[in-house]
């Protein structure tokens, strides 16, 4: 049987020679494929884990994206109000100065 070493090894090829083991009852290297195993495990763990970060801070962008449009949206709104009042106070100001 032909098992696969380095970073393209899959757990299932793990436990394929951890079965081999049992079947020839040579268990001398049956800790070294429990470790390989739980390193592999713990790999898809952290994985699982940073992909669940990952969709809870593209949600949180989102969400804050949609926040900041609506804030310039306002902030134009609102420099458009002063300039106005701007305008009107001019006016005033001149109408002020004719009387």
């Known amino acids: 049987m032909f098992h696969s070493y380095g970073p393209n090894r899959y757990i299932c090829s793990v436990f394929d020679e951890m079965r081999e083991c049992i079947k020839t009852l040579n268990f001398s290297y049956m800790k070294s494929l429990i470790e390989e195993a739980q390193v592999m495990a713990n790999r898809m763990e952290a994985a ?10 593209s949600e949180q962008r989102r969400k804050l994206n949609k926040e900041l449009k609506a804030l310039y949206e306002e902030r134009t709104k609102l420099k458009e109000e002063l300039a106005d009042l701007k305008k009107t106070a001019g006016k005033d100001v001149e109408e002020d100065e004719d009387e």
Do not use: G, Y
């Open 48 to 57: 699982l884990s940073d992909q669940s970060d990952v969709r809870e801070l």
